[in-house]
């Protein structure tokens, strides 16, 4: 996928400074933004992917919520604010989830599908057509790293 595909997906991009990391398909965006870069997460679905034991099998905001609350993310910010610790931001369209976003040392990066990751965007940018909104903010406790 090269930067012009990038584009076409998410056109707010066009004419904005961002990297993109070689394409990598052995994980995906909530793998990425949880710090897994050897499973693919997502509910099962016929073998291939990881999830963790203990939650629905279900794509909702609510189960994914809880899953990254377990890793530590456990303070709700506003979605426009900008974190001062790490965090994850959670893209749904309805009540089920399309995306994740991962902020750390200042930047937001995320993971897109099973292509690129993208570095140094904004949230807005990547809302739309694919990942609908962002619908939900959880960083780290300022006393945890």
């Given amino acids: 996928m090269a930067r012009e595909d990038v584009e076409a997906d998410f056109p707010s991009l066009i004419g904005k400074d961002y990297d993109l990391s ?3 398909f052995n994980f995906n965006c909530l793998a990425f933004a949880l710090g897994d870069h050897s499973q693919w997460w997502e509910p099962p679905n ?3 992917t990881y999830w963790p034991e203990g939650f629905p099998d279900d794509i909702t905001v609510e189960t994914v919520e809880s ?3 377990v890793h530590g993310f456990t303070v709700e910010i506003d979605v426009s604010g900008t974190p001062t610790t790490p965090a994850i931001a959670i893209y749904a369209q309805g009540n089920e989830w399309t995306h994740f976003a991962r902020f750390d040392n200042g930047i937001w990066a995320s993971k897109l599908g099973d292509g690129h990751d993208i570095l140094r965007v904004t949230l ?3 809302e739309g057509g694919l990942y609908g909104d962002v619908v939900k903010v959880l960083s780290r406790p300022t006393d945890m790293h």
């Fill in 22 to 24: 070689d394409e990598d």
């Fill in 67 to 69: 899953i990254i609350r």
């Fill in 124 to 126: 807005k940018d990547l």
């Fill in 46 to 48: 016929g073998g291939g």
